[in-house]
């Protein structure tokens, strides 16, 4: 069964702080790895990642990640409280007739001022 | 452009009644797939399609089902509505497997 699991589940920093968000995966057939942010709405996608060790970065978020290890992380430096949200791995893998993104459960996370 | 739009955003249903959730976009998106989302399990994919004609089963099919008679539509079906069916549905559609989803706004249903 394909497994993608997110730790922490929750987290509480100050504004200011830089976090590491991380994601490991289990799945038959990878595709692609994304992250996303749920605020209290929809999911907003941030990044896809298909090959290892390259980053991608967008401001003060980047991600990067790892097929050998089976892992990616996605950091966010110098926080603010509009980082706080819901962030979301998703893996895409093979299944019978085709590709299905498995999510993860989440991080949740709170800046606090 | 509208993106990915669903309807109704709220619902109450009783046990046993049967409704549409509806999806459409206006993205000319092949691909189309509709989760639920419920309190510290993450989204979880109940059934998806790689184009008009064709749809397949996520993780959670049970209680669902799909068509897919164009592009732009993907509704979701429960025909016999249980109280495990409490959840928020989002709708999401890429161009392609393997690209960034777009995400509806998501339906918050209660079975009562």
């Known amino acids: 069964e394909d497994k993608v699991v997110q730790s922490p589940l929750s987290l509480v920093v100050h504004e200011g702080d830089t976090v590491t968000l991380n994601c490991s995966y289990e799945?038959?057939?990878?595709?692609?790895l994304l992250w996303y942010k749920q605020e209290k709405k929809a999911p907003t996608f941030l990044f896809m990642l298909?090959?290892?060790?390259i980053e991608k970065k967008s401001g003060r978020l980047s991600s990067i990640l790892d097929k050998k290890e089976l892992f990616s992380i996605l950091n966010i430096t110098a926080t603010q409280t509009g980082d706080s949200a819901v962030y979301l791995c998703?893996?895409?893998?093979?299944?019978?007739?085709?590709?299905?993104?498995?999510f993860g459960k989440g991080t949740s996370l709170l800046v606090t001022p | 452009n509208a993106g990915v739009t669903q309807t109704p955003k709220f619902q109450v249903l009783k046990t046993g009644q049967s409704m549409t959730l509806q999806c459409a976009q206006d993205?000319?998106?092949?691909?189309m797939s509709w989760y639920r989302q419920d309190p510290g399990m993450g989204l979880r994919l109940i059934h998806y399609?790689?184009?008009?004609?064709?749809?397949d089963q996520g993780e959670v099919p049970n209680g669902y089902n799909v068509s897919r008679s164009t592009t732009e539509d993907f509704p979701l079906r429960l025909l016999l509505a249980a109280p495990s069916q409490t959840s928020v549905y989002f709708c999401?559609?890429?161009?392609?497997?393997?690209?960034?989803?777009?995400f509806g706004p998501g339906t918050r249903l209660t079975v009562t």
């Open positions: 399609s790689v184009g008009a004609g064709i749809t």
């Open positions: 999401a559609s890429s161009d392609r497997q393997g690209h960034e989803q777009y």
């Open positions: 298909t090959s290892s060790g």
């Open positions: 993205m000319n998106h092949e691909y």
């Open positions: 998703a893996v895409e893998a093979g299944s019978n007739s085709g590709y299905a993104l498995n």
């Open positions: 799945v038959t057939n990878f595709r692609s």
